[in-house]
């Protein structure tokens, strides 16, 4: 697995490649010159990614559903899987309908070759430009021939973890949202801490916290995101995958950054 910046991951598993929310041309903004990510936070860039067998979206949003990655991705797509109404964007940028897997909550799709995946909820929204709420929001269970994954996408905490958790868990690992989070919006993005309890919740063995860490949406602080998450699955004993350390994740901040790209966030707890 690698992680790509904020909600962007590419996994390898059971010998198909998956890629998920990728936002790779360095803005999460319709408006040129805005919304940038952070020196030295684009550690690769579409094009250089291979053949994509499975990508995900879980919403329509600009931090989510890159179009210029898109657009250069589509050739190398098999299928996209998407929640009702997103389909309608890719098709408008030149996705094939027969690339396209647009599904409603708790839907199953068997994917063939042992893999199976689930549609399940999220606590968010949707839209893009003046257009709220028009499109569906979505988590995911992806289940490959060795392994059980939760795909999280964006989600205030409620007790739609502990549905899918009961209905579909246990989970190997559960990759949840830990960022851009602030009290005033608590019910649209956890607080860390919730993250932590989603990921009980989920019966997950191991938690991934993502959504952090490349572009400022939030007022917290750069380190606060993974401070907070390692001190409460301390507290709970929840096996978390960061980074080694926290500190090398300066590498990513706008002074420091090294030409060297994301080389340093290769090794996990």
């Given amino acids: 697995m690698v992680w790509l910046g904020h909600s962007s991951y590419l996994l390898r598993a059971d010998g198909k490649t998956i890629l998920v929310d990728p936002v790779l041309s360095g803005s999460i903004s319709p408006i040129p010159g805005s919304g940038k990510a952070f020196a030295g936070a684009d550690v690769t860039t579409a094009d250089a990614l291979p053949a994509i067998d499975y990508l995900f979206i879980s919403h329509d949003h600009?931090?989510?559903m890159d179009y210029k990655t898109l657009k250069t991705l589509q050739p190398r797509v098999g299928k996209i899987i998407v929640g009702l109404g997103v389909g309608e964007h890719l098709e408008y940028?030149?996705?094939?309908?027969?690339q396209i897997i647009e599904k409603d909550w708790w839907d199953q799709v068997d994917l063939g070759n042992g893999f199976h995946v689930t549609i399940t909820p999220a606590r968010h929204f949707s839209g893009r430009s003046i257009w709220s709420a028009n499109t569906l929001w979505a988590s995911y269970v992806l289940k490959t021939p060795s392994r059980k994954l939760y795909l999280g996408g964006d989600s205030g905490y409620?007790?739609?973890f502990k549905e899918i958790g009961d209905k579909l868990g246990?989970?190997?690992l559960a990759i949840l949202?830990?960022?851009?989070?602030d009290l005033s919006w608590k019910y649209i993005h956890m607080m860390p801490e919730e993250v932590v309890q989603a990921a009980k919740d989920l019966q997950a063995a191991k938690l991934l916290p993502v959504h952090s860490s490349k572009f400022v949406l939030a007022n917290h602080?750069?380190?606060?995101?993974?401070?907070?998450?390692?001190?409460e699955a301390s507290i709970q004993r929840q096996p978390l995958l960061t980074p080694a350390s926290v500190k090398l994740l300066i590498w990513m901040s706008p002074t420091t950054a090294p030409t060297t790209g994301g080389k340093l966030i290769k090794q996990w707890n």
Avoid: T
């Fill in 62 to 64: 600009y931090d989510h």
């Fill in 177 to 181: 949202e830990n960022g851009q989070y």
């Fill in 93 to 98: 940028w030149g996705y094939r309908s027969d």
């Fill in 158 to 160: 409620d007790s739609h």
């Fill in 170 to 172: 246990p989970f190997d």
């Fill in 221 to 231: 602080a750069w380190y606060e995101p993974l401070e907070r998450i390692s001190k």
